[in-house]
């Protein structure tokens, strides 16, 4: 059973608009939380993260929001850029005790 | 540092050969992690060494998956026999601490494994 639910397996974007990417989780112990960019080929890079004390993290262009009531989180991406086209995988811990539980991913594609 | 170092970047094989993927995690780096990329399932863990003691292979789907880390500079992953489904694309990952909080997690480029 997923314990990290990415249920948007691709989002395209007009470059400049704001992209919205999110993700579900199921286990309340979940209190660290991360998002993962992938460019074709390579292996997947961090790009932001966020713990269960704070509802917002922002990192320039890329602002990471948690709702921990409805085990949602979502990165949000403005403006886009053609560059962010990459696959985006939400993950989740128990920081204390496991690791990373990985969704399947979104795939944005960023429109020129 | 050159990051982490798998390979061979692609694998082709036929079903029932073994294969052994190879990973150099980088250097100072404490835990190593063997993920398993699909389609359908997405990114998998597979397992996960401490200072290369295997520390939960529970997500290895089969007996033929075997891993292996004799030092800390390489580990080994292993099918065999390699069967049609266990095409995938394969990740090392390694960190400084097991514990994810603060201790980003840094990927491979992976290894593409495709079994006709």
């Known amino acids: 059973d997923q314990q990290v639910k990415q249920n948007s397996p691709s989002l395209s974007v007009q470059e400049g608009r704001i992209s919205i990417l999110n993700c579900d989780y199921t286990n309340s112990m979940f209190d660290y939380f991360l998002w993962y960019k992938k460019y074709p080929a390579e292996g997947p890079t961090f790009l932001i993260s966020?713990?269960?004390?704070?509802d917002k993290n922002e990192d320039g262009r890329f602002t990471v929001f948690l709702n921990k009531s409805a085990k949602h989180l979502s990165l949000h991406i403005v403006p886009s850029q053609p560059g962010d086209s990459a696959v985006y995988f939400c993950a989740a811990s128990n920081s204390g005790n496991t690791p990373l539980v990985f969704g399947k991913g979104t795939r944005l594609s960023v429109i020129a | 540092d050159a990051g982490v170092i798998q390979s061979p970047r692609h694998e082709v094989t036929e079903m029932g050969q073994e294969v052994t993927l190879r990973c150099k995690p980088i250097?100072?780096?404490?835990?190593l992690f063997w993920y398993r990329q699909t389609m359908m399932r997405g990114l998998e863990l597979l397992i996960y060494f401490n200072n290369n003691v295997p520390i939960d292979d529970s997500g290895m789907p089969e007996d033929r998956f075997s891993a292996k880390m004799p030092n800390a500079s390489f580990s080994t992953l292993k099918i065999q026999p390699s069967e049609p489904r266990d095409s995938a694309v394969y990740f090392c990952?390694?960190?400084?601490?097991?514990?994810?909080?603060?201790?980003?997690?840094?990927f491979g480029p992976g290894t593409r494994l495709t079994v006709l």
């Open positions: 250097s100072g780096h404490n835990s």
């Open positions: 990952a390694s960190t400084k601490s097991i514990h994810p909080m603060g201790n980003e997690q840094f």
């Open positions: 966020i713990s269960s004390i704070k």
